[in-house]
Structures are given as structure tokens and as C-alpha cells.
């Protein structure tokens, strides 16, 4: 296994100084035996799938003309007994006429009377025929195809009835030895008076004739599925084939790069992770996400994006036959790689990222792996949660799950579940923490701060939108928390602003033009000058999009504020291009900026920067007198630089707005 598992590794590096001579034969067979295990995992599926259908056809029409000739059994041998016993009652009634002439020429019948013992013994002699009686009116047998049969006394009730009322009878025997005989009675009138004959007929001729028309039934029924068949290949069969290996392919595959889809990647993910434990070997996942591909399409439009998409696509494909490559989002790829580790997966993540260099674009990898059976949604979240560290590092970098394991909570199933019932039902709150302005003591504005049902199980916003961003549906929570904080519209104090947080996963999204922000606004019957957008700059790899929103929201009135300011690693380049009107410097640099000099240096650095692009600059964090004094007294060419506030010290958050000055401001 050892020895296997180096082979498929990426990290060709790492087997050693073995000669080019040595274990040649070993290692094509088993790289031979690799590919094709992994080629087995998708083509399974596609081959099953095309042999289902051709069986399903095949029975299909078996089952069609087997029902077909089922019915036709069914009438023709419903017929043909009908017929034979038509048969049957007419041969009988001719020979009760000709015992009728008979009579008519004897002058007195008696059961010694040669004529009728002749007539009656020579028609059972025929073929088919098992008896035949004739009773006189005293119901005693005169002549009979059995000798010892005359004299005797047959209580057939048909019989009786045929001697007493004239009726004839035609059917089954009742005799329990013979119920599958058939038995016909007639009257017949003779010189002596009303006499009843009787004969039947045995069942095997009949039978005969039926297996006879089964044979002849299922021979042609097999004949016509032959011949269905292969006028159904040869006029439309062969044409319907492709048409559904054509529809299986384009329900598996990608309609623009002609990868697999998101649909194949989750039915080939879980039998990947099957294969692995049961062969205890490892296996990869590799999540690929282009960076900026949203801005790269509007800048250049769809065509060069698709365009693009198709190159990457091209690159992907560059790999091990056994490597699957898919499609499973607008600019998000996957790729399973078997019987490789951590380093092989590396290894190969790496060199997609020098192979995409030469291509317009940045991407972005997050890597998981395994070697034992696990949910496929587990293993796909480790890459999920490994690739948004990978964006927040900037983009065009590789990240493994086991690097950040340690510090990365996964979402539960239950968690996820508990955030789309708390989106559906609109589960969440709205509460106002107040920002003023240090110099006059007067409320500046207030910000608006979601907070989940507790019921849900979130510990607090922050835990909600960790669960939204691993699940996608950070957009979605975003515009609820913002629609729950505009319902304070109407009592917002006057002259006061309305703070409100986007994430950068929702500007983002909004790149393409989407103007729900601004119809929330109208509803709640505000200006979009009293409204302020904050974002965070604790985000990499999508500042060009961000920025892009950012303005467009701008020019329709909005202000804009860069929040947590001196934690990121994006606060100078955003200041110098977002223009913002308002600089929120972060409440652990604030705090700490009182006894650490590294952190005032952060403070003042950022305070002047901004101060300087005349934004306004806000300190988080303020709790108590000596950090408010701190703040306060700081200057710059004799010019205050942070000219406003926030803090539990300054007022914690409610859903009351208390316009009033807090008491830390009056001492």
C-alpha cells in the first residue's frame, strides 16, 4: 500500500533516487490499475446508466408485444372453444336426426331393436367422442356405446329434463371423473314417445387444438419481438439510443466547458470517499475559485468570460487520467483526486495556479482530504472552509483543511438547517447602539445591529453569519438584517444617521447591478443621505467588486463608512480607494492603545490617514473615562483627528434610542 500510495502522489519530488530502470514494469502497472479506478468512478455510473436503459427499452417492448399476444390467446382461444363446441352441438343434433328418421322407419323401438344399438354404438366410435346414450321414456338406457350399459338408469337431471320438458343441454360434464368432458343432450322423438340422447365429448381434442394455438401464439410472438426489434433499431431505435446518451451526458455535463456538473459531482464525490475507505487509500478534494470573475465579466462581458471559463477548464483538465475534474458553480470548479495525499494535492494545487498564470485571472484553492468514509458534505465543507481562508489571505493561494483545522468550527447539518428556517421566517431582530460626536456631545447617528431568535441557537450575529457564509447564504441575511434595521425609520432622531452593515459577500454579489439597498430605503421612507453603508475591511481577493458596489451606492446618495479599521490588511488601500466618509478604527486597537505603543502607533497611523482623506474618523471600543480622555486627546497640528465615539461606555445596544448625552461624556 505504501508503495501504491507514493506512486499516485503528486510530489514526484519525493520518491527518492530510484534508478529509471528499477520497478518499471511495477510502477506502469500500477499507475495503469490507478487510472483505470479512477476512470471506473465516473464511467460507472454513465455505462449502468446507458445498459439500464437499452434493458428498460428492451422490456419495455417485450412486455408490449407479450401483452399483445397475451390478448390475442386470450380471444382466438376463446373463439376457437366456442367454435368446437358449435361444432360439437351440431354434430350432435344431426345425430339425433338421423335417430329421428331412424324411428321414423322402425315401426316399434325396444332396446333388443339392432337399428338403434347400431346407430347409437357406430357415433361413439368417432374420434373424440367418450359416450353415447339413448334413454327411453321410462329413463332406462336402450342403446348405449357400452353394452353393459343397457338396462340401466341414468339419473342425469338433464336427462329427465330433456325427457319430461323437450329442452337440450350443451357444456360440461358434471360427472366428478369427467368435469372437463363435454355433454350435449337432445330430445329425440321416436315412434315410442320422447326420448333423450345423450353424448360426450372428450376434452383432450380440444386441449390439443389449444396448446396447439399457444405454441403457434408464443412462436409468433417471439418472430414479431425479433422483428419489432430490429425494425425499431433500424428505422428509429438507433437515433433514440444517441438521443439519450446525448441527454445523459448533457444531465452529467457542463453545457459551456463540458465538465461534469455540480449534479455528478455529488453523486461521484460519495463513491470516491466509498472507494477510499474501502481500499484505505486517500483521497482529495481540491475546490477552485477564480478570483474577481465577477468584475473580469462586466469589464469585458460574457463572452470573454466565457471564454475564460473555458480556458481554466482546458488547464483542469491537464492532470492524471484518473483525476475528476467539475464544474460546480458560476466560477467555482472541483476536483477529486484519488490515492492522494495532503502534499500530492498541494503539489497539484500549485501547479494550477503557475498553469492559470498565464491566464487573465487569479484563483483561489481550498484543499481537503481523507482516507476513511465520511459525508461527502463534511469532506466538501473542509474545502469550503480551507478556500475562504485562502480569499481572505488575498486570493491566488492554496490552503489545506489540516493547516487551519484547528481554528476553523465546520457547520453542523442542524446549524444549517436552524439558518434557513431563521431566513425563512424572518426570525431575526433589530437594536441601536448610539455613535457621538465627542466634540459637541450630540448624537451623530445610530448602528444597527441584527440579533437571531435565541431560539434558533445562534450565540449571537457573528455565529450567524459564519454559518450564512460556509452555506452561501450570507446575501440572504444581509438583506434581512437590513430590512429589520430600516423599520426604525420613522422615530430616527432628527438629524441623526442610520449605520447599517453589508458584508462584502453581498457587495460583491451586488456587482451585477442589483438595487434591492436602495428600493429598502425608499420603502422605509428615508433619504439616502441619512443612510450609512459600513464594511469591514477584514476581506481579501474581492477589493475591485467591493469598491465597484461601493461607489455605484455612492453616487445614488448613500455615505460610506470602513469599519474595523487597524485588523485587516486591506485599511490603507481601501481609505485611498473608497473615499469613505466615515473611519471606524476597531475596538482591540482602541483598547489597547492606551497602554501599548505598537498599537497607539496603529491608532494614530490610521486616525491621520483618514483624518486626512477628510473622513470622519469614529473610535469603537471607548468603555470608561481614561480611554475616552485618550481618545480625545489625540491631535495632529493642533487639530483633533478622532472626532467621534462608540462604546458600551457611550451606550450599549437597544432597541430604544436614547438621544440624550451618556453621563461618560458630561464628567
Not at 19 to 27: I, M, Y
Not at 92 to 97: E, G, S, V
Not at 415 to 430: C, E, F, H, N
Amino acid at each position: 500500500m505504501a508503495d501504491h500510495k507514493e506512486v499516485a502522489n503528486y510530489d514526484v519530488e519525493a520518491a527518492g533516487d530510484a534508478s529509471p530502470a528499477r520497478g518499471v514494469a511495477p510502477l506502469a502497472a500500477l499507475i495503469g490499475r490507478c487510472a483505470e479506478r479512477g476512470r471506473g468512478i465516473g464511467q460507472r455510473a454513465s455505462w449502468t446508466q446507458g445498459l439500464g436503459f437499452r434493458l428498460r427499452l428492451l422490456l419495455t417492448l417485450g412486455a408490449t408485444l407479450g401483452a399483445i399476444g397475451v390478448l390475442g390467446y386470450v380471444l382466438l382461444a376463446g373463439q376457437l372453444r366456442a367454435d368446437q363446441i358449435k361444432e360439437y352441438e351440431r354434430t350432435q343434433r344431426n345425430d339425433a336426426l338421423i335417430l329421428e328418421a331412424a324411428g321414423r322407419s322402425v315401426p316399434n323401438v325396444s332396446a333388443t331393436d339392432p337399428v338403434f344399438q347400431e346407430l347409437v354404438t357406430s357415433m361413439g366410435q368417432r374420434p373424440g367422442v367418450t359416450e353415447t346414450i339413448l334413454i327411453n321414456p321410462h329413463d332406462a338406457v336402450v342403446a348405449s356405446k357400452y353394452a353393459a350399459a343397457e338396462g340401466t338408469t341414468d339419473p342425469d337431471p338433464r336427462l329427465l329434463s330433456a325427457l319430461s320438458h323437450g329442452t337440450s343441454y350443451g357444456g360440461h360434464d358434471d360427472d366428478p371423473g369427467r368435469t372437463r368432458d363435454y355433454e350435449f343432450v337432445a330430445p329425440v322423438s321416436l315412434p315410442g314417445g320422447r326420448y333423450a340422447f345423450q353424448t360426450s365429448f372428450d376434452h383432450r381434442t380440444l386441449d390439443r387444438t389449444l396448446g396447439d394455438l399457444r405454441q403457434s401464439v408464443g412462436l409468433i410472438w417471439l418472430l414479431a419481438l425479433v422483428a419489432g426489434g430490429l425494425v425499431f433499431h433500424c428505422v428509429g431505435g438507433r437515433s433514440l439510443m444517441r438521443s439519450h446518451q446525448i441527454a445523459l451526458r448533457r444531465a452529467t455535463r457542463d453545457g459551456l466547458t463540458d465538465l461534469h456538473n455540480h449534479g455528478a459531482f455529488r453523486d461521484e464525490l460519495a463513491t470516491a470517499i466509498a472507494q477510499a475507505a474501502r481500499y484505505e487509500e486517500p483521497l482529495s478534494l481540491l475546490l477552485l475559485d477564480l478570483d474577481d470573475f465577477t468584475l473580469f465579466n462586466d469589464r469585458y462581458g460574457h463572452s470573454r468570460g466565457d471564454q475564460l471559463l473555458i480556458d481554466v477548464a482546458t488547464v483542469l483538465r491537464d492532470g492524471r487520467p484518473s483525476d475528476r475534474v467539475f464544474r460546480i458553480g458560476s466560477d467555482e470548479f472541483g476536483l477529486l483526486l484519488p490515492h492522494t495525499d495532503a502534499a500530492g494535492a498541494c503539489v497539484r494545487a500549485r501547479r494550477l495556479l503557475r498553469a492559470l498564470a498565464d491566464l487573465p485571472v487569479r484563483a483561489s484553492i481550498g484543499i481537503s482530504g481523507t482516507a476513511r468514509e465520511i459525508a461527502g458534505e463534511v469532506l466538501r465543507a473542509q474545502a469550503g472552509a480551507a478556500l475562504t481562508q485562502a480569499r481572505r489571505h488575498g486570493g491566488s493561494d492554496v490552503v489545506h483543511f489540516h493547516e487551519i483545522g484547528n481554528a476553523v468550527t465546520l457547520v453542523s447539518p442542524d446549524k444549517q438547517q436552524a439558518l434557513v428556517r431563521m431566513l425563512d421566517l424572518g426570525a431575526l431582530t433589530a437594536c441601536y447602539q448610539p455613535i457621538w460626536d465627542l466634540e459637541h456631545r450630540t448624537l451623530l447617528g445610530i448602528e444597527a445591529l441584527g440579533r437571531p431568535d435565541q431560539s434558533f441557537g445562534f450565540a449571537g450575529p457573528a455565529d450567524a453569519f459564519d454559518v450564512a457564509e460556509q452555506i452561501g447564504r450570507v446575501h440572504a441575511l444581509d438583506v434581512l438584517c437590513a430590512t429589520r434595521a430600516l423599520a426604525i425609520g420613522p422615530d430616527l432622531p432628527p438629524g441623526a444617521l442610520l449605520f447599517i452593515n453589508l458584508s462584502p459577500q453581498t457587495l460583491d454579489l451586488d456587482t451585477d447591478g442589483d438595487d434591492w439597498f436602495s428600493v429598502a430605503v425608499e420603502r422605509a421612507r428615508l433619504e439616502p443621505g441619512r443612510v450609512v453603508i459600513e464594511v469591514t475591511e477584514r476581506f481579501g481577493g474581492r477589493t475591485d467588486a467591493v469598491v465597484s458596489t461601493l461607489h455605484r451606492l455612492r453616487a445614488a446618495g448613500f455615505k460610506l463608512a470602513l469599519d474595523d479599521v487597524g485588523t485587516g490588511n486591506a485599511g490603507l488601500e481601501m481609505l485611498r480607494a473608497l473615499d469613505a466618509d466615515f473611519v471606524k478604527i476597531d475596538r482591540s486597537v482602541v483598547t489597547a492603545a492606551t497602554t501599548e505603543p505598537t498599537a497607539r502607533a496603529v491608532l494614530m497611523a490610521m486616525a491621520t490617514f483618514g483624518s486626512g482623506t477628510g473622513a470622519y474618523v469614529i473610535a469603537e471600543g471607548i468603555e470608561d473615562q481614561e480611554t475616552l480622555r485618550f481618545v480625545t486627546g489625540l491631535s495632529q497640528a493642533a487639530e483633533t483627528i478622532i472626532r467621534g465615539g462608540q462604546g458600551y461606555g457611550l451606550g450599549r445596544p437597544s432597541a430604544e434610542i436614547d438621544p440624550a448625552p451618556p453621563m461618560l461624556l458630561h464628567s
